[in-house]
């Protein structure tokens, strides 16, 4: 088995502790895919004391030849997106189709940001004085810790990295512990494309030892975690006694809303794609199916067909339409979920268990499950369970679902399939999310748009498109007054006289 190094001091090397953790593919764990260092804090100081010295030169590169070095990287990803998404299935479970799809993002991002080196705009505006210009720019902040989950290993570190190196910043980078191979081969390329090798480091491990000593190092003031909810409010403990800059993407709860006069092929095909997607293991994943009356059995009984027709499946194999789930933990969560459901008087109308046999028994397969009769208010409606299953609730009127949607502590993304203008309109108005699809599924984010959710979701700041730019710089504004005399803002007026 192939052992890995961090990357830290710009060099690959092996964890001052020497241990090492084993990555193992999910759909058949008797594959090994390498082993991973198993860092500690001491290897994050080592990190800390070289991206110091890797931000002094990055932030002295103009903002354009930092851009050209996003562009070299995205040109490098696309000649290896095959490559990548191949690894990216073997580690983390789902199907091709869908890891390409996370490299093209992360391509996406690379020449967003490569172009965005020749932007950065700040603001040029009139000063209320005669002879005084007033403008604002952007400064790169400092070393940035980057915590990534396991269900986006390509995309969400870049959706971090590449806007935060772009500004000027320097990053350490811990990568999902059950997806460190994606993490190394992004940083391999970030470091052929030319990145000055102290401005990225790379420290493997687990998220309580170097996750925390990320969060905890004075040395890195900034912070940009996507996670589990329940983790973010440990991240955001410290990082408030700190006084850090902090990302938070957490998270999610994302419902479905079917009406009267929806297209129901639409919506079927829809509801398939963002229930079970990735094995369900989406922040955005659809995991509540609202229907209205009229449609409710007929769209239930169709669904529930096309549903037991997926193949469960390795990701790497053609045909397959649902891979496995992460790992042990995420199928006794799931099993857990199950027997919650059940207990609170809902119908496992289909899946709900492991599968036998078929090929299936190495891995950490779980039937796609929907769940019929789930009332609003139950736990299964309510909390993130992370995998394929999908409740599904009768409404009655477009107030009820709306109240619906609304009443969960998250707010990431929401969907309506409807004809009817006003209610689509009223949904974009009303739905607490960050995202709102009509007659699209909740999954489907474009990387140069902003991303991110509201409530328990996330901390108000953005990932993508121009907002993330926000994050990862400080506003710096200046004043040049070239009168040759002392003009006194807010007491004395253009004029000369007294305000
Ligand atoms: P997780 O919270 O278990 O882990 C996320 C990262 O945090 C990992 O790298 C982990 O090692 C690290 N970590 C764990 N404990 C830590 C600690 N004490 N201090 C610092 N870091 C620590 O999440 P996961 O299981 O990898 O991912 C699933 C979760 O991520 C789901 O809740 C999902 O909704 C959410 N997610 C949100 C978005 C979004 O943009 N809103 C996107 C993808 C995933």
Same mark, same amino acid.
């Given at each position: ?17 020497? @241990? ?7 759909? $058949? ?25 890797g931000f002094e030169l990055w932030r002295a590169t103009p903002a354009p030849a930092r851009g050209d070095v ?11 997106? @095959? ?34 080196g ?22 790169p ?24 190196l772009l500004?000027g910043?320097a ?6 512990? !059950? ?15 030319g990145l000055p090798?102290?401005v ?18 004075? *040395? ?10 329940? /983790? ?11 006084? +850090? ?6 998270? *999610? ?9 929806? !297209? ?13 997607? /990735? ?26 067909? +096309?549903? +037991? ?11 397959? !339409?649902? *891979? ?7 199928? $006794? ?5 199950? $027997? ?16 036998? *046999? ?40 477009? !107030? ?54 509201? +409530? ?44």
């Amino acid at each position: 088995m192939k052992t890995f190094k961090n990357f830290i001091g710009g060099d690959w090397v092996p964890p001052i502790s020497g @241990e090492y953790f084993e990555n193992r593919n999910p759909a $058949d764990v008797s594959d090994e895919v390498g082993r991973f260092p198993l860092s500690t804090a001491n290897d994050v100081d080592r990190a800390v004391e070289s991206a110091k010295r890797g931000f002094e030169l990055w932030r002295a590169t103009p903002a354009p030849a930092r851009g050209d070095v996003m562009r070299r990287i995205g040109d490098l990803m696309v000649k290896r997106k @095959e490559e990548i998404a191949d690894l990216m299935s073997r580690e983390m479970g789902k199907p091709l189709t869908e890891t390409r799809g996370d490299v093209q993002e992360g391509i996406d991002t690379a020449y967003y940001a490569g172009s965005e080196g020749r932007r950065l705009f700040g603001h040029t505006v009139p000063s209320e004085m005669k002879n005084k210009w007033a403008m604002s720019f952007r400064r790169p902040i400092g070393v940035c810790g980057i915590i990534t989950p396991f269900n986006f290993p390509m995309a969400i570190p870049t959706w971090k990295m590449f806007p935060a190196l772009l500004c000027g910043n320097a990053c350490i980078f811990k990568p999902a512990e !059950d997806v460190p191979h994606t993490g190394h081969v992004l940083v391999e390329i970030m470091v052929e494309a030319g990145l000055p090798p102290e401005v990225i480091q790379l420290v493997h491990g687990v998220g309580e030892s170097v996750g925390a000593a990320i969060v905890n190092h004075p *040395g890195i003031p900034v912070i940009s975690f996507t996670g589990s909810t329940e /983790t973010g409010r440990i991240v955001g403990e410290t990082c408030g006694r700190m006084h +850090k800059r902090l990302s938070l993407e957490m998270g *999610g709860k994302n419902a479905m809303m079917v009406f009267n006069d929806a !297209d129901l092929d639409l919506a079927l095909e829809g509801v398939l794609w963002g229930a079970f997607g /990735t094995t369900g293991q989406r922040c955005t994943a659809t995991s509540r199916l609202l229907i209205q009356d009229r449609v409710h059995d007929e769209l239930l009984s169709r669904l529930v067909e +096309k549903t +037991k027709s997926l193949k469960l499946g390795d990701g790497r194999k053609k045909g397959t !339409d649902v *891979g496995p789930l992460i790992n042990q933990s995420a199928v $006794d969560k799931v099993e857990k979920y199950v $027997d919650i459901g059940q207990s609170e008087g809902a119908d496992v109308l289909t899946g709900g268990r492991r599968p036998q *046999g078929k090929g299936l028994d190495n891995g950490y397969f779980f039937e796609p499950t929907i769940f019929g009769r789930v009332r609003a208010g139950m736990r299964l409606e309510q909390e993130e369970i992370f995998g394929p299953v999908l409740s599904v609730i009768r409404f009655r009127d477009t !107030d009820e679902a709306f109240a619906i949607n609304n009443d969960v502590k998250y707010g990431l993304s929401s969907s309506v399939y409807t004809r009817d203008v006003n209610v689509a309109m009223r949904a974009m108005n009303e739905l607490d999310t960050g995202i709102t699809y009509i007659n699209a599924p909740t999954i489907g984010a474009e990387a140069h748009l902003p991303f991110g959710g509201v +409530k328990q979701t996330g901390n108000g700041h953005r990932e993508g498109g121009w907002e993330v730019y926000e994050f990862y710089s400080e506003t710096k504004v200046g004043y040049l007054d070239f009168s040759g005399a002392l003009q006194r803002a807010q007491i004395v007026n253009y004029l000369g006289t007294p305000d």
